[in-house]
């Protein structure tokens, strides 16, 4: 049973929390302790009791936002029918668009620019992983079914070090190396679209939910991912 003492503490974890989510539209991940006490209506002493420091207060909310990201994904390509690889692909590739122009902020702190002097602890690499682990049970999917097989592309050989060794631990545990090539290039594929539209890249776009669209179904393409047969490419509703 929860005490009087430990709510509170988690409310006023809460209240920090908030307040310098808010900062971060104003001073991005440059934090600081004292102007987030300042708006919460603490002294800043009162705040290291509960963050001993910028970094601790940025890991809070690093894992907060990759949680955040990874719920919605999760929710999204559950969504869909489990043998419709491309509808999975498609939804989980629009929930992280969703997501980000929904949470600009929290977006740039874990895909902008690193924080100056700051290094990620381990206990945000299970929350980071949460998307990934999502595309990996795609790809294990489409093997297990035939849907999708190795396309037998060349690997140069120092980047099969690398691929060899991602798909010897989970999740990617017997992807074929091009395959495991092609995911990669997917994924980064959707963050670069995701950061090229919120960091205005593109310069002057009037239908960056069209473009978004109309790039998703490439990369689906070159994937091997196809809708099943019958069915044409399903497409998301348009948002901003």
Known sequence: MTTTRERLRAETLEEIKAAARARLAVDGANLSLRAVARDVGLVSSAVYRYFPSRDALLTALIIDSYNDMGEAVEAAEAA??????????????????????????????????????????????APAMRVTTVLAGLLADGLASGALTDPGDPVDEELAVDLAALTAAPPFVGVPLALMARGMAAWSAVYGLVSFELFHAYGPLTAPAALFEHQVLGITRQMGLVPPSGRAPRQRARGT
Not at 96 to 102: G, V
Request: no cysteine; proline share 11%.
């Open 80 to 125: 869909q029918p489990r043998e419709d690889l491309h509808a999975r692909f498609v939804a989980l590739a629009g929930a992280i668009r969703d997501w980000a122009l929904s949470s600009p902020n929290e977006y740039a702190l874990i895909f902008g620019s690193p924080v100056p002097g700051y290094a990620a602890p381990q206990d945000t690499l």
